[in-house]
């Protein structure tokens, strides 16, 4: 990145290798899986951003409403000359929400695995911000990775994963994060966290099937993606988007479905679809908050504040690490 720009990236970008390797492993599956962090290279990045602005998607509006509302305490919980940690930018919305409250922050270090749009976040970020150093560190935050110096000093580290991004992982990824999260903070850093709460399965399942098809095709740019960087030979019209409740698992399960027989290349091999296989590509699990407190407590925080809206649909955590 041009320093003129007043941000310095840091880049654990994945490779295509790793990309390809992970891929593999999943379609060799005998029920196939693909990694869902692999949907944002910058076209991915773009859709996610179209589907929070969709009338289904209830979590995005209902989220940034709750920071409207609170962001005082937020701020308040967080406390002044802290340096924020974003796992996973976005379009940097509910980050700009909260930068606007937060006394004299020492550094802002967005984390995203999306090149291109992370580069564009940061920049809008730190032209809004000219006062806060910016640190963006492109990697896969579901692995450990050093956060870098900054020029001024924190008072403490604070982890801010907001949009429920965290619902994506299973509980032993979930687990992993959160042991990752507490040793790149610190003891005294904390963790603002958005998790979207259980409710009636109808309006769950509308928010990953919306009327204009922006879901499917985010779905679908995974294997959009896969022929453009490992060289496959995906015919992406002959699957489509499934996605529904798993009331055991408290989860939306997004799949991809075979519509015919047929058998795809990658990396050499060659897999066979069968007619209405699936292949699993992202979960979103729904949160009760006592659950998820004291799953966190496992690995080392204490929830200090909840905030929610009306309905409960869904809530901002903050958690110090002990």
Known sequence: MNPDDGIQLIDYEPTAASFLEEALAGLRKPRKTLP???????????????????????????????????VGEMAEAIGPGCAIVEYGIGSALKTRILLERLISPAA???????????????????????DIEFLPVCANFSEPFELPPTKRKPSRAVAYFPGSTIGNLTSEETAALLRNMAKTCGSGGGLLVGIDLIKEVEKIEAAYNDNLGVTAEFNKNILRRM??????????????????????????????????????????EVFAFREGETVHTENSHKYDIEDFSAFA????????RVWTDAGRLFAVVFLRID
């Open 108 to 130: 802002c270090i967005p984390v995203d695995i999306s090149r291109e749009f992370l580069i564009r976040s940061a920049k809008e970020l730190a032209g809004i911000f000219p």
């Open 227 to 268: 022929n453009r960087e490992l060289g496959s030979d995906f015919d992406i019209e002959k699957f489509d988007h499934l996605a529904f409740y798993n009331s055991e698992d408290r989860r939306i399960e997004s799949h991809l479905v075979s519509r015919a027989d047929q058998s795809v290349r990658l990396g050499g």
């Open 297 to 304: 407590a496992e690995f080392g925080f204490t929830a200090e």
């Open 36 to 70: 869902c962090k692999y949907f944002y290279d910058e076209r991915g990045s773009e859709l996610f951003a179209r589907i929070c602005e969709l009338e289904e998607y209830y979590p995005t509006r209902t989220e940034v409403a709750i920071m409207h509302e609170y």
